[in-house]
């Protein structure tokens, strides 16, 4: 008796999913955004491109504020010949000049760009990219300008606390990263291979 009422509950449930499977019929490239206060946004980024690099699918990564950090992600995906962009001046923290992290912001975004509007490159990470747009050190609407005229069957996925309304609003999917406990506010060190 429980198998069966089992077995109804699961039949139910797969014509709910096929019937979605079956609505889903547009072909696009997909903006998604991770944001929130919780550990893993980059991560899960990283998984996207990992995840089309298996596939075969060519992709390319921009990041932002964290380019400085050794990163097992790039030591790996860079095996594979994934182009990495990175803005040189590291945390925004630490070189607390404005003028130069713009630059850096400008110069890390020009090279985003020449990704954004290569038809070939089937997934772009633009990791941190929302502090950018948040500290003012890139434009708002060129961003949005861009990442809505990329090639259609392009995906981006944007991670970062704090996502503007305005990307939100474009994007597709969006995800947020809620904290319920973090290691490092216990005072555990930041550690190789699991952290970054």
């Not at 079956?22 to 980024?45: F, H």
């Amino acid at each position: 008796m429980a198998d069966s009422k089992h077995q109804e509950r699961q039949q139910k449930v797969k014509e709910k999913v096929d019937a979605k499977i079956a609505k889903a019929t547009i072909e696009k490239g997909v903006l998604q955004v991770i944001t929130g206060n919780g550990k893993g946004k980059t991560t899960s980024g990283f998984g996207v491109v990992t995840r089309a690099v298996g596939h075969g699918m060519k992709a390319a990564v921009v990041q932002f504020i964290k380019g400085k950090w050794d990163s097992g992600e790039r030591n790996l995906l860079e095996k594979f010949d994934v182009p990495f962009a990175i803005m040189d001046t590291g945390f925004t923290w630490e070189t607390q000049n404005k003028e130069t992290d713009t630059a850096a912001a400008v110069a890390t975004w020009d090279q985003a760009k020449v990704f954004l509007a290569d038809p070939s490159i089937n997934v772009v990470l633009l990791d941190e990219l929302t502090y950018m747009l948040s500290y003012g050190y890139l434009d708002l609407d060129e961003v949005l300008d861009t990442l809505a005229a990329r090639p259609e069957m392009q995906t981006v996925v944007v991670t970062g606390r704090g996502a503007h309304r305005r990307l939100t609003d474009l994007a597709d999917t969006v995800s947020e990263v809620k904290n319920i406990k973090h290691a490092f506010e216990a005072g555990v060190k930041a550690q190789k291979g699991f952290d970054y």
